[in-house]
């Protein structure tokens, strides 16, 4: 260390020193992992019962909890494109065609393809009844 740097005696050359000590906590937010299982549990229930806006509220809560889950993201696209929300599924297979999981990347590209198809299909036939 050079001869001409001044140090406090508490202070610690490796920690970051434009971090106030006591905001530090609150950078990291705590993560509910209750809430965020049972959103899950309640997404996929209401999924297999085929109660697409349910589904569609209990993922999004859950995908708001744990963005980086490319599970809860897959299962949402499919509550929207169920819905017809084709925009918005298509943009969350992209993103869980993101995952580490082969198989779950696949199914979301494939997915992903329906959607963009199943979204040109709606616009056209909206566009073929307002020109008769």
Do not use: C
């Not at 993560?31 to 993922?59: C, H, I, P, S, T």
């Not at 809560?61 to 925009?87: H, I, M």
């Amino acid at each position: 260390m050079p001869k001409d740097l001044a140090l406090p005696v508490h202070a610690n050359p490796l920690a970051p020193v434009d971090i106030a000590q006591e905001n530090a906590g609150d950078i990291e937010k705590t993560f509910d992992d209750a809430a965020y299982r049972r959103a899950v549990k309640n997404g996929q229930m209401a999924l297999r019962n085929q109660e697409w806006d349910a589904a569609a509220v209990q993922l999004q809560e859950a995908l708001t909890l744990n963005p980086n889950s490319k599970e809860v993201a897959f299962n949402l696209g499919v509550a929207k494109f169920r819905q017809g929300d084709y925009v918005g599924a298509e943009k969350l297979f992209k993103d869980s065609a993101q995952s580490d999981s082969a198989n779950l990347a696949a199914k979301s590209m494939f997915n992903e393809g329906n959607s963009i198809y199943a979204n040109a299909v709606q616009n056209l036939s909206s566009a073929q009844s307002q020109a008769n």
